[in-house]
């Protein structure tokens, strides 16, 4: 009996978490139809989340695209097929490390930099005045953050997918001696719409977990200024470890589709 | 007109507030009349931002109730709380400005949003200007609330809270961390704000000489300066003090019922008058 009401104990923390998330989230999805809609701020946040994670996500795509086309070419070398290290690279990008790899990259980047900040207004009163001062501060702080997190990750994925196939061009051509025109075709001819709609669905699912576990966290931060590392640290954790669950479940659903 | 024949503008009756089953408020009841002055004394920790943030609708009371100028916030959804909170001021502890505007957006900032309010854009400019300039930081527009030094970011705050004109202001500790002539300048705000627009005033503080000022002195227009009340003005200044501890009301009175008490607590809190 006593075991059962521990249990009951530990279990009441973490669902009642999940259940505020849920809450959040909720209430973000209808702020994205109702009044004020925060134009500004969305612009803002789409300059802050996309424009400033440019650099990172161009970083990413071209090392990553230019090491799989590396160690792809040593694998297909050994059947004589090097001529295929744009398919491999190409579906391989497209699929899984694009988004992945460009999720996690502005997880870090922007969970942390939205829990930060919101944890900081949080400790510093600014959120309570934000509500006395007549603003919901999920429509002024959550809402704009998950808009411009799921118009620009995919953009940033897209992006990120080119830059990651250029890189492995660059290996291909003057490092395998494939020909520009054998390696771009490769890399077309291998992609199929499948590729490209989880290629795309991913992002945008991952937009929201990136945007939202970082105004969860940053919302209920508690604690001063150590709260606020606290806060940021648990939102990068949290969103990296979730974007690579979610990213198993998506991968398995297409997966299945494919076999059918 | 007695006191008892009108309706109060905040009224607290037997309210709980808890946090993770620690009692913040326990069984708070107490009612402030149009025009009245309340001193909010306590140690840290004994609940008194609570109330305040309480009497906002920022915390949802677990028992009891709150009314705010005549409506029950426990029965208010957060949308029709905004309505009540358009006319309650509040100056936060730390000023709470918003780091990311200018002082002229921080001050602006509740007639652009506040919905009942209805300012039209051409006059938000002139009316921040004047909230600016009655707290004597005209030149400051432009700046950012890390450009400023403490007390100014705590007049600032002020004219944040009075743009709007609201007939309640609340303010929490607005004299904590600052040196001795900067908290005059700011209790001498209050005071003023208090006389010149018969505001209902809820002062919280630690520092009772905060408290005799405001319940003692007076603003006279034609000189710009505090002065002491007459004994006919005193009544009419209407100031009660009530002293906080671990959540419960442990007083409430006028200032020479305070000085009389024999309780420890609330005689810490006690500097008596020369």
């Not at chain 1, 701020?41 to 590396?70: C, E, H, K, Y």
Request: charged content about 20%; hydrophobic content about 45%.
């Amino acid at each position: 009996m006593y075991g059962a009401l521990g249990l009951l104990d530990v279990l009441k923390g973490p669902v009642l978490a999940i259940q505020e998330f849920f809450l959040l989230t909720g209430r973000a999805l209808r702020n994205v139809i109702r009044r004020p809609h925060y134009g500004d701020d969305i612009f803002l946040q789409m300059d802050i989340i996309g424009v400033g994670s440019l650099p990172i996500v161009v970083l990413t795509g071209f090392f990553s695209g230019a090491v799989m086309a590396l160690q792809m070419s040593r694998a297909l070398a050994q059947y004589g097929q090097v001529g295929r290290t744009g398919q491999v690279v190409s579906i391989t990008l497209v699929r899984e490390l694009g988004p992945v790899l460009t999720a996690l990259m502005v997880a870090g980047r922007n969970s942390s930099g939205i829990a930060s900040e919101l944890g900081s207004m949080k400790v510093t009163e600014q959120i309570d005045a934000m509500r006395a001062l007549g603003t919901d501060p999920n429509q002024k702080l959550v809402m704009p953050r998950m808009v411009a997190a799921a118009t620009m990750l995919p953009l940033l994925t897209i992006i990120s997918d080119f830059i990651g196939m250029f890189g492995g061009w660059i290996i291909s051509v003057f490092l395998l001696n494939l020909t520009s025109q054998q390696y771009w075709s490769s890399v077309w001819r291998a992609l199929e719409w499948s590729d490209v709609a989880q290629g795309l669905l991913k992002p945008f699912v991952f937009a929201f977990v990136i945007s939202l576990i970082g105004c969860y966290y940053g919302l209920r931060t508690t604690g001063g200024t150590q709260g606020v590392g606290r806060a940021t640290t648990q939102a990068v954790v949290a969103a990296s470890v979730l974007i690579l669950a979610l990213d198993f479940f998506f991968s398995k659903i297409f997966v299945s589709q494919a076999a059918r | 007109m007695p006191e008892q024949s009108r309706d109060p503008i905040l009224k607290f009756d037997k309210v709980t507030v808890t946090f993770d089953d620690v009692r913040a408020l326990s069984d708070v009841s107490f009612e402030a009349f149009e025009g009245d002055t309340r001193i909010l004394l306590g140690a840290a920790g004994s609940g008194k931002t609570v109330l305040l943030k309480t009497a906002l609708g920022l915390l949802r009371p677990e028992s009891g109730s709150v009314w705010v100028f005549g409506k029950d916030l426990s029965r208010l959804h957060e949308e029709e709380l905004f309505e009540i909170r358009s006319r309650v001021g509040m100056l936060f502890q730390e000023s709470a400005l918003f780091d990311s505007l200018n002082i002229e957006e921080n001050v602006g900032y509740p007639l652009v949003n506040q919905k009942s309010i209805q300012c039209p854009p051409e006059e938000v400019r002139p009316r921040v200007e004047e909230a600016l300039r009655f707290v004597e930081l005209e030149g400051t527009l432009e700046k950012f609330p890390s450009e400023l030094s403490g007390g100014m970011r705590r007049r600032a705050a002020i004219a944040r809270a009075v743009v709007t004109a609201p007939p309640l202001l609340l303010y929490d500790s607005p004299t904590a961390g600052l040196d001795p002539i900067t908290a005059h300048t700011i209790i001498a705000l209050i005071v003023k704000e208090r006389d010149l627009n018969n505001t209902t005033t809820l002062l919280v503080t630690h520092r009772y000489q905060d408290g005799n000022l405001v319940a003692n002195f007076r603003y006279n227009p034609e000189s710009g300066q505090l002065e002491p009340a007459g004994d006919g003005q005193k009544s009419e200044l209407r100031t009660r003090f009530m002293v906080m501890r671990e959540g419960q009301l442990v007083f409430e009175g006028t200032q020479e019922e305070l000085e009389a008490s024999k309780d420890p607590y609330v005689t810490k809190f006690v500097r008596r008058r020369e």
